[in-house]
């Protein structure tokens, strides 16, 4: 598969935390949500991949180049939301759009002003007037403005509305699909990664626990409660964490397409009952937390 | 004992020169847990900062614990845990002072369930408030409002910025309050996730007016998401959704009234010309966002 | 509001102590006794320090956001402009009982000695009505707002010695003669009564006005 961006056996250390042997490839075309807790090292991973932090080790190739030893071209291919938006407040969203557009090749002004009437921001009013939710659109209209191969984003939806947020994720989906882009997106809102991502990584304590299709993730993950004596063995192998109550057990499985058939009795009987599980809830399975 | 409302709002007006909050008519009655949801600007810290005594109200009838915040702010502060949207700290003071400090202001405070929480939201005791993130003035700020015996709790964005985990915590803990301990929680959130968790009653907040104000489960009841090919619905049918889409090989749709149109779409479902989907909050928040747009 | 009270007083008895310091250096370096010059900085301390105070406090509160986590506190606002307001009044009337007191002590000549007690009394009570304007002003147009403000203000007063002296052709002895003539007829307690009760006005406005 043709990936966008390869991370191999990435380090990095800090007093308190490491991010510990990160392998990652986030294929090219598609949405990757990136979850986890607070302090995971989801924006240290960001920043090493931007190059505005040094690793300790390993290596991240960006389209095939090193962002150490190429920092511009990637930076050109990169377009980058953070968490809080920095502009200078007395100025407007066009003077802003051409003082940027100095430091990128391949702005695209049309394709800017486009983007401010697409997101209904007033290209002459004073960014100091504009709400959180418009600050956050036009800092994403100014990462898409160069065309980027690769859009990454860290926590940019905290705090937004769930309106702004559709507007701003179902925005970020059809780029992707229609311009074939890669798009890599932090958030702790594990809903708007449900609706809009193709794959997901869950990071804990500085490791990637999982990356899957998202698809697979849900299909796979489901949370079984079930009656004594109503599974068989192999069935039972398939499930951890497993429970006993009172009345009947719990148990998670992580591979549920392959016991769906031979479970489809006993869940007729009665005997068994699956309940979904939510990206949150993989999270929270994965860190160890009931 | 009577059953008092722990909250009731009556034609409460705040006017503004760009905006107006007018609130007709909402209630919560004692241990449930109420949702608001609505965009930015809709007016929810306004709602809540008048409860609050935060903000003096142009009109209308308030009622917080049976009381009037203007005249005993001091005795619904006492019985309100409350979280506001950007929790305020003096910086350069440790967690632990903080906690000595705010203890000094309540009739009752609980030490250990204060410690306990601490441990909990894995805050350190000895670190200065500047040195905490966002999220951990938040749980700091949440781990105050637990302590104090509040029979109400009244959460402005509580889990703003808190990841996934400590916000299922969060969640856990306030079920629990009002549950076992029948206390009451208005919570405000752009999380919708964790409203339909948590809340009994949801009420959506569009510019300054609360649009829909029902039982979670009626909600969830009369709004559904409806896939149909072209012809399956009839022309009243098909006007009175929201959110219309034409996708390549059908339409979608959200009612608002499916226990109303039930027998409609029986035939057409078995057919399979209509699928019945649950919807999210979102598209609800969104679909009546867009109708009070059409609505001028 | 005791506790808040509690809470601000360490910054009040440090710009306190600053301020006393700095007011026994100048005492000492003029020989410690009664002279022009340490009645003149002994009054203009009075008169400084409940400003300096406030607005050392003020813009650690505003840092802090501090009034929004008070606010969010089983307090009224009444009792939160209330505290400052106490706070204030404490501050000045001790630093003055202290100068005062420490003047008798040093003694002199019981002419200029009680003029020097008048005074100081007068700079204390215009201390406090400038006080009380400083915090009704900071809780009524914010504490930026206000700051810049003032600030236009006394560099705007430097200017009022000058245009005295260039227009009126009033020098600062003719300003000395006026003052020392002003405070030989000082009637104390109808004065204080005066300002305490413009005093007690002011706090109730500041308490009215800090609501939205």
């Given amino acids: ?290 | 004992m009577e059953t008092q409302p722990v909250l009731s709002l009556q034609h409460l007006e705040k006017k503004y020169r760009e905006f107006r909050l007018n609130i007709e008519s909402l209630c919560l009655e004692r241990g449930s847990i109420l949702g608001l949801i609505g965009p930015n600007g809709a007016g929810k810290t306004t709602t809540v900062k008048i409860l609050m005594n935060m903000i003096r109200r142009s009109g209308g009838e308030v009622r917080v614990l049976g009381l009037n915040p203007r005249k005993d702010e001091k005795e619904i502060k006492q019985r309100v845990g409350y979280v506001g949207e950007e929790p305020a700290f003096y910086g350069d003071k440790t967690v632990d002072w903080t906690g000595k400090y705010v203890s000094g202001f309540f009739r009752k405070w609980d030490t250990n369930r204060f410690q306990e929480l601490l441990d909990r939201f894995a805050i350190s005791r000895s670190k200065k408030i500047q040195e905490l993130s966002k999220g951990m003035k938040v749980k700091l700020a949440l781990a105050l409002a637990l302590s104090h015996d509040a029979e109400f709790y009244i959460l402005d964005e509580p889990t703003a910025g808190l990841d996934p985990i400590i916000r299922r915590e969060v969640l856990e803990l306030l079920l629990a309050e009002s549950r076992e301990h029948e206390r009451s929680v208005l919570i405000s959130s752009h999380i919708t996730d964790d409203i339909s968790r948590l809340a009994d009653r949801i009420a959506f907040l569009v510019e300054g007016r609360v649009v829909l104000s029902r039982l979670k489960d009626d909600i969830n009841a009369d709004w559904k998401k409806i896939h149909y090919k072209r012809g399956a619905l009839d022309k009243d049918t098909t006007a009175s959704l929201f959110s219309r889409k034409e996708h390549a090989f059908s339409l979608s749709g959200i009612t608002n009234k499916f226990q109303e149109l039930k027998q409609k779409f029986e035939k057409p479902v078995l057919d399979g010309d209509v699928k019945v989907e649950n919807v999210d909050l979102d598209d609800i928040l969104i679909a009546l966002v867009e109708g009070e747009k059409s609505c001028g | 509001m005791w506790l808040i009270l509690k809470n601000t007083a360490k910054t009040a008895g440090g710009v306190f102590l600053m301020v006393a310091l700095f007011v026994t250096g100048i005492f000492i370096l003029s020989g410690i006794s009664l002279t022009k010059t340490t009645i003149i900085i002994g009054g203009m301390m009075i008169f400084t320090l409940p400003v300096v105070t406030i607005i050392i406090r003020e813009q650690y509160e505003e840092k802090n956001k501090g009034y929004d986590f008070l606010a969010s506190l089983p307090l009224t606002r009444l009792e939160i402009t209330g505290a400052r307001f106490v706070l204030i009044l404490a501050v000045d009337v001790l630093f003055a009982a202290c100068l005062i007191g420490f003047f008798s002590l040093v003694g002199g000549d019981p002419g200029r000695l009680s003029l020097s007690r008048a005074f100081l009394l007068c700079c204390g009570l215009g201390g406090l009505i400038m006080a009380g304007l400083v915090l009704l002003g900071i809780f009524g147009l914010g504490y930026t707002r206000f700051l810049i403000i003032f600030l236009t203000f006394f560099v705007f007063l430097g200017f009022v010695p000058m245009l005295l002296l260039k227009v009126f052709d009033i020098g600062p002895k003719e300003i000395a003669a006026f003052v020392i003539d002003k405070m030989t007829g000082f009637q104390a307690i109808p004065a204080a009564a005066v300002v305490l009760l413009v005093y007690a006005g002011l706090f109730r406005l500041t308490a009215c006005l800090k609501m939205e």
């Fill in chain 1, 1 to 290: 598969m043709d990936n966008i961006c390869t991370i191999k056996n990435l380090r990095k250390e800090y007093k308190e935390f490491v991010l510990e042997d990160v392998s990652l490839d986030l294929p090219r075309g598609y949405i990757t949500g990136l979850i986890g807790p607070n302090g995971a090292g989801k924006t240290t991973t960001i920043k090493l991949i931007m190059n505005l932090i040094q690793a300790d080790g390993g290596r991240i190739l960006v389209n095939g180049l090193d962002p150490t030893v190429e920092d511009i071209k990637v930076k050109n291919i990169i377009g980058y939301v953070g968490e809080e938006q920095y502009f200078y407040q007395i100025r407007s969203a066009r003077w802003t759009g051409r003082f940027v557009s100095r430091f990128f090749d391949g702005w695209d002004n049309n394709m800017y002003l486009s983007l401010l009437e697409r997101f209904g921001l007033p290209p002459k009013k004073m960014i100091r007037k504009y709400s959180k939710g418009m600050k956050v659109k036009l800092a994403l209209a100014i990462s898409l403005s160069h065309s980027p191969d690769f859009v990454i984003l860290d926590e940019p939806t905290s705090g937004l509305d769930p309106v702004v947020r559709r507007d701003v994720m179902d925005y970020l989906k059809n780029y992707s699909v229609e311009q074939n882009k890669s798009v890599l997106i932090s958030s702790h809102i594990t809903d708007d990664i449900a609706r809009t991502a193709d794959y997901v990584a869950f990071m804990i304590r500085g490791k990637i626990e999982l990356f899957a299709a998202k698809d697979d993730l849900l299909s796979n993950w489901k949370k079984i409660h079930f009656t004594p004596k109503a599974l068989d063995a192999t069935m039972a192998a398939t499930l951890e964490r497993v429970e006993n109550h009172m009345f009947g057990s719990v148990g998670y499985t992580r591979r549920y397409t392959e016991i769906q058939d031979s479970l489809s009795g006993p869940k007729a009987e009665g005997k068994v009952k699956v309940e979904n599980m939510g990206l949150d809830d993989i999270l929270i399975f994965l860190a160890g937390r009931h």
